[in-house]
């Protein structure tokens, strides 16, 4: 038998944590004030089948149990008792499904003191099928006890929570499910280290139930479980791999870092699966910057990266893994944020704008009037390393940080519309003022498809995304020699339909 079956808790005290749903179910039982319907309501493998399955047990055991040893208990652990009823609302959530259970219903229980109705993923159920089960649940027969579980109770209608009695369940924190665990190892004579026992509760992310199918594959393959055989399972390669490339990133080595991308590649590594250890790796690190964990592995590497930077990282990663959903090419996402992060670590973002020279630091804030012509857009780009620009430090900031990512706006861009990363290669990096990219283009053509809802809102997120706040994009049509032959068509270009087609396409 597999071992999430045959170690499910058969009584309250044989579950671990979800304290106050066992002592308030205890009290109720032993008082006799047991409530005709219930709500769990949890995450996965929390244990909320496992407690109505004792819930139904407490009510029917033939001694007061539950005893797990009469007729009536052994049944229901096994399966065969016909007075307790599961419903998978998943694949029996129509009205014609809860019809006929309400017909049921009437019927007084087989060998048990009452019936008791297990509903499983109850939000699945249709909303026509939730208003034929709310008559039942207002005046349920007295034989009758209504256990409803769901993963996702905002979905549930009103109506039908103000009928129960609701229980949250609370995921299972890894110290226990290291601790239910360990029981289940002892008994099945396993050897474990604990570096993979910690990792194997990691990977459960709160779910008993997942925590035991994970020990139980491992089991299959023979009685000693090592670190290198959990991760094996996962392909997310060793902790060691997380810790090797923070240490890249860290040190602002782009090419040992993106090398090693491509080694985990090779190597068959889940690239999602690394993703979310390093990140995992870099809350360890937080965590240990503001001395609420110690972990001498992750010492070097705490020293070498300040808090402000281990936010930056986890950001980038962070976009990268929902990225990696759209694109073609697997270890592209990782190598940008890879690309991103090293840069950062490179140069610090305060120490890329260039000093004010000496005796005109109050020349800032005061700007004078700028008295030049401005009747054509002009190239600023020079001027902002010029030190006798007395411009803003924050646009001066953030234009140096869009030209250090420009190549990256536009891999990131590329996926999503391949014509407006083409097109902003041809555009020129004007300025950035009162939080608006200014592009020069060479073309209208150009300037009517950037300027488009749909390319203008893509290219500002991603703007958002590089500068860590909202920004706006305009463009300016460039001034360009031009030849007579243009001169010539000018006219018949104005109205060309092939022009307009080209322009609808180039747009979709």
Known sequence: MVYYRKYRPQTLDEIIGQEHIKNALKKAHESNRLSHAYLFAGPKGSGKTSTARILAKMI???VGGPCNKCSTCLSITDGSNLDLIEIDAASNR???DIRELREKIKLAPTSSKKKVYIIDEVHMLTTEAFNALLKTLEEPPSHVLFILATTDPHKIPQTILSRVQRFDFQAAKEEEIIEYLKNVIKIEKLKISDEALNLI?????GSFRDGLKILDQLASSGNEITLEDVENIYKSGKSEDSIKLLNFIADADTKSALEFVTELSE???SLKEFINQTLHTLRLLLLIKHDTKKDESLSGLSQKLSSPQIVKIVNSLGIALEKMKFVSIPTLPLEIAVVESCQEQEVPRGERVSQVPQGEENNIGNKP???RDTSKPRDISNELISPAIPAPISDAQEIIIIKDKWAYI???IKPYNFSLEALLKQSKIVSFESETLILEVPYSFHKRILEAPKSRELLES?????LGKSAKVSTVLGTRPVRVEELANVEVAADDEIIK???EIFNS
């Open 267 to 269: 190597r068959g590594i």
């Open 60 to 62: 029917n055991c033939e």
């Open 462 to 466: 991603v703007l958002a995304e590089v």
């Open 94 to 96: 129509g009205i014609d």
């Open 201 to 205: 509760a990691k990977k459960s992310e």
């Open 501 to 503: 087609i080209a322009s």
């Open 369 to 371: 009037r700028d008295t």
């Open 410 to 412: 536009l891999e990131t």
